[in-house]
């Protein structure tokens, strides 16, 4: 797994303008309940002071989404489901999209609001779909305007 990490956080520094910062996150592969409970209990953007968790899902209503990773800022730990392989280019966008918000905390970046920082992280997980003939929309769903709802700040 170290060397999948470096070689994102390298991809990363390339094509998304991050630091290149090789202090890698924890990784915890969990089932969907404690998925579930992380997100809901209180490691969620907004929920906790001092914690901002981000999540990748497909593209459902807010109630109903699966969450298919999480990264909490605090413990720097990335969550992904029990049963993630590093073997398709989907399933390493996962991983790319959570790296960017693992680069994003340790580097200090700040944003005007928790949806701010998805952007970058949508657009990294996209360009890296991109490299194997896929997007966003055809492997979890979420069209183009469904990413702008959730990257922009609505107050």
Known sequence: MQTVL????????????????????????VSPAKMYAVRIGGHVSGHSPGSVATAVHEGRSDEGHHVEALYDDRSRTIYLPEGWTDTTPTEISV?????VHHLQ?????????PQAREKPAYVAQDKWLALFGRNLVDEFKLDPMTVLVRTNCMY
Do not use: Q
Request: aromatic share 10%; hydrophobic share 45%.
């Open 6 to 29: 470096t070689t994102v956080v390298t991809w990363l520094s390339i094509n998304a303008g991050l630091p290149a910062i090789y202090d890698h996150p924890r990784i915890e592969f």
């Open 105 to 113: 905390n340790v580097a200090g970046l700040k944003y005007e609001c």
């Open 95 to 99: 991983l790319v999209h959570e790296m």
